[in-house]
């Protein structure tokens, strides 16, 4: 048989393949929704425990099979495509509750729980142009989410169109001995954050008998307001242990099977607009997600114990690390809350064999000083997402894993809200440090220009070219069809006969197929000059210098010329002993990382260094480069003064609030 000659279009070849086996690729056209799709899966492990929640345990036929949560709806008169918005953590009832929405047709809208301030003004106003453009009827709430965000508002709400909420409580599901795990967990832990420096010994730990004697006071006085915001609300407000206990005869109702429903919305992670941009999934999205994971041979291990800390707001955390574990027959440990700077204690606590979290949390790991004797073995597969990580940070993580008795080797997964999670993945042969692995199956992955903004064009493969760099653009069954309410809030277009979405995402393919993620496009900025500056081209090489633990490269407007030049954020692994040891750093990241870097170029200097104790992050911990952004030049920033045409470079001046001034000659 011929070969098939290959066009040098990513999209087109799909040269990735080679690393799946073929035989077992195409989806499957399933008949129902995504509940009966894990009930399918799970027939024979009725008995299996499916999440785990304050040492109580749920089996998947209370998870999957009970019909409990879908007659509360019911009772309600929910009906298919009324849309509930949802304000809860990773507590089983708000799993519960989304399965009962698919199967009446109707459509859970998570959106993040936590206030984004303590102006509670503007965080009604966010919630309430949340409410105007996505319409929900009913609303799911945290019982604090309620009295915090919803009852100061319940007259605009009813305006709006909501007429019933529907409170929870992070306790309902919990028995005696639970409620016991629960405040003895929030005890450890206080004391467990007292106990992180060099000094464990020296440190008092917190008294158990006074945090337990504030807790139940402050638990009992949250009681009495809800109670309270109840009995005056405006809208008709239940407790869903109450609807519970009331729904216990038998109710009819139809099974939705239509795999066109939208059943989901998500919202990026995105920091800058009054509200986040929501994200409609349909029955045939997330079922075509959970094939591509058993395809991609992403699926746990049936009772493999999974951490769930990924909120449900996000795709990521609703589909690669909640419905995923469903489909494998794993045991979800939910988390509904946590302090990202402390996700060793919950390895401490849980010992879980499979993690998936973000950069930000996992490089947090090793500087846990309760971790640092502990037998990780436990440990079987750790995942990031959402953000990149340096390749010597990702090595250096990987042997102290070793170093702590796990084989786990750190995997990679790469994706948007706009795909659903997780699209491309990095394992076995293709888990290479810098990448971010292969597309998964059913998902087409191609290159093109990235200026061109009216159409598609693409990219190829030139003879002599290792690599390809360009915007990445996405196809496949897992893609949302981005329009809600009849307004497009994710625009397609077409290429060679199939619909693509554009990522906004620079990307490098080498010929084997494997991509790199280098940053978002619109991180790249003009300076003012007209050089067009791209910070993935530095960060890596200020980032190698051994006292850097994160660089991060953002514009701000310079004065001095009336326009943009680069700001370089650095987070280091050490602390100096003066001031001058900092500059003399900065000099030598100047002159010997980029000056004496035959591959760079002196218009990439950045011309201000800022020195921090950490990067700011987004509520998906992700780096809020709009954070960044936003922030004064407040002249403690290390300026870097060139001399410098479009041929030469002449003097370089490194000094902080105009005092201590390093001249170097070039």
Same mark, same amino acid.
């Given at each position: 048989?011929e ?32 509940v009966?799709y ?7 492990r009725?008995?299996?425990?499916a999440? !785990?929640?304050?040492g ?7 998870i999957?099979?009970d019909d409990t ?5 019911k !009772? ?5 495509g009324d849309i ?9 009832e708000?799993?519960? +509750?989304?399965?009962? %929405? $698919?199967?009446l047709?109707a459509?859970?809208d ?9 102006n509670l003004? /503007? ?7 949340i409410v ?10 945290l019982?604090?989410?309620? @009295? ?13 169109g909501?007429d ?10 919990m028995n005696?001995? %639970?409620?016991?795990?629960? +405040? ?5 832990y206080n %004391?467990?954050?007292?106990?992180r420096?060099?000094?464990d010994?020296?440190i ?12 139940l ?14 009995? &005056?609300? &405006? ?5 869903? !242990?109450?609807?519970? #206990?009331?729904?216990?005869y ?7 099977k239509?795999?066109? @429903? ?20 349909t ?6 997600k959970l094939?591509?994971?058993?395809r ?14 990924l909120?449900l707001?996000?795709p ?5 690390n ?17 302090? =990202?700077?402390?996700? *060793? ?6 010992q879980?064999?499979i993690?998936?979290? &973000?950069p ?14 502990m037998?990780?073995s436990?440990?079987?597969?750790? &995942?990031?997402?959402?953000?990149s ?6 090595e ?7 170093d702590h008795?796990?084989? /786990?080797i750190?995997r990679k ?7 659903i999670g ?9 888990n ?9 199956? *059913?998902?087409?992955?191609?290159i ?15 003879d ?5 760099? *360009?915007e990445?653009?996405v ?6 069809q981005g ?15 199939k619909?693509?979405?554009? $990522? ?7 010929r084997? *197929? ?9 991180? !790249?900025?003009?300076?003012f000059?007209g ?5 993935h081209?530095?960060?890596?090489? =200020?980032?190698s ?5 994160? /660089?991060r490269v953002?514009?701000?407007?310079d ?25 003399? +750093? ?10 004496g ?11 201000k260094?800022k020195i921090?104790?950490s990067m700011?992050? $987004? ?5 809020n ?6 922030e ?5 920033e ?12 002449? #003097? ?7 005092q ?7």
């Amino acid at each position: 048989m011929e070969e098939k000659k290959l066009t040098g279009y990513p999209h087109i070849d799909r040269p990735w393949m080679k690393y799946y086996d073929k035989k077992n690729l195409d989806f499957e056209k399933f008949p129902g929704n995504p509940v009966d799709y894990l009930k399918a899966k799970n027939i024979t492990r009725k008995n299996n425990t499916a999440e !785990s929640y304050y040492g109580i345990s749920f089996s998947y036929d209370q998870i999957l099979f009970d019909d409990t949560a879908t007659k509360v709806l019911k !009772s309600l008169d929910v009906k298919k495509g009324d849309i509930i918005l949802n304000l809860v953590p990773n507590i089983p009832e708000a799993g519960q +509750l989304w399965r009962a %929405a $698919t199967n009446l047709g109707a459509t859970s809208d998570f959106i993040d729980p936590r206030p984004d301030s303590s102006n509670l003004k /503007a965080n009604a106003q966010k919630l309430l142009e949340i409410v105007k453009f996505e319409k929900p009827k009913y609303i799911v709430a945290l019982d604090m989410c309620y @009295l915090g965000m919803l009852k100061p508002i319940e007259d605009e709400l009813k305006e709006f169109g909501v007429d019933t909420v529907i409170v929870l409580s992070a306790s309902d599901s919990m028995n005696l001995s %639970a409620k016991i795990n629960y +405040l003895k967990d929030v005890i450890n832990y206080n %004391a467990l954050k007292n106990i992180r420096t060099a000094n464990d010994s020296n440190i008092k730990k917190l008294k158990w008998y006074q945090a337990l004697k504030t807790k139940l006071e402050s638990m009992k006085k949250a009681q009495s307001a809800l109670d309270m915001g109840i009995k &005056t609300s &405006t809208l008709k407000v239940y407790k869903y !242990s109450d609807l519970v #206990n009331n729904v216990r005869y038998a109710m009819d109702y139809d099974i939705e099977k239509d795999e066109n @429903l939208m059943t989901y919305i998500g919202h990026t992670s995105g920091t800058s607009g009054l509200r986040p941009k929501p994200i409609p999934v349909t029955n045939k999205n997330i079922i075509s997600k959970l094939q591509q994971f058993e395809r991609a041979g992403m699926n746990f291990e049936v009772g493999d114990k999974v951490l769930r800390i990924l909120p449900l707001f996000a795709p990521f955390g609703a589909f690669d690390n909640y419905m995923i574990n469903l489909s494998s027959g794993a045991i979800s440990v939910d988390v509904p809350e946590f302090d =990202l700077s402390e996700i *060793g204690y919950l390895l401490k606590k849980y010992q879980p064999n499979i993690i998936v979290a &973000t950069p930000s949390w996992l490089a947090s790991l090793p500087k846990c000083k309760y971790l640092e004797k502990m037998d990780l073995s436990f440990i079987k597969k750790m &995942t990031y997402g959402g953000d990149s990580m340096a390749a010597s940070d990702e090595e250096s993580l990987n042997k102290w894993l070793r170093d702590h008795g796990s084989n /786990a080797i750190i995997r990679k997964g790469y994706g948007m809200s706009e795909f659903i999670g997780c699209g491309a993945h990095a394992k076995d042969a293709y888990n290479k440090y810098g990448t971010i692995g292969i597309p998964l199956p *059913g998902t087409t992955f191609g290159i093109v220009d990235p200026n061109i903004e009216d159409r598609l064009v693409p990219l190829k493969f030139e003879d002599g070219m290792d690599r390809l760099e *360009g915007e990445l653009i996405v196809s496949g069954d897992t893609v949302t069809q981005g329009i809600l309410h009849g307004n497009v809030i994710v625009p397609h277009f077409d290429l060679d006969g199939k619909s693509y979405i554009r $990522t906004r995402d620079l990307t490098q393919m080498d010929r084997d *197929g494997l991509f790199y993620h280098l940053e978002r496009k619109d991180r !790249s900025f003009v300076r003012f000059d007209g050089f067009k500056y791209k910070p993935h081209e530095i960060e890596p090489v =200020l980032q190698s210098h051994p006292d850097v633990e994160y /660089a991060r490269v953002v514009e701000y407007y310079d004065d001095r010329y009336k326009g943009l030049m680069p700001i370089c954020h650095l987070v280091l692994n050490k602390q100096y002993d003066n001031e001058d040891d900092y500059i003399k +750093l900065v000099d030598e990241l100047v002159n010997k990382y980029i000056i004496g870097n035959p591959n760079m170029s002196s218009r990439q200097i950045p011309t201000k260094f800022k020195i921090r104790e950490s990067m700011p992050l $987004t509520k998906n911990s992700k780096i809020n480069f709009n954070a960044l952004k936003k922030e004064e030049i407040d002249g403690n920033e290390i300026n870097v003064d060139i001399e410098e045409s479009n041929l030469t470079v002449g #003097n370089i001046k490194i000094y902080k609030n105009k005092q201590k001034v390093l001249k170097l000659d070039k």
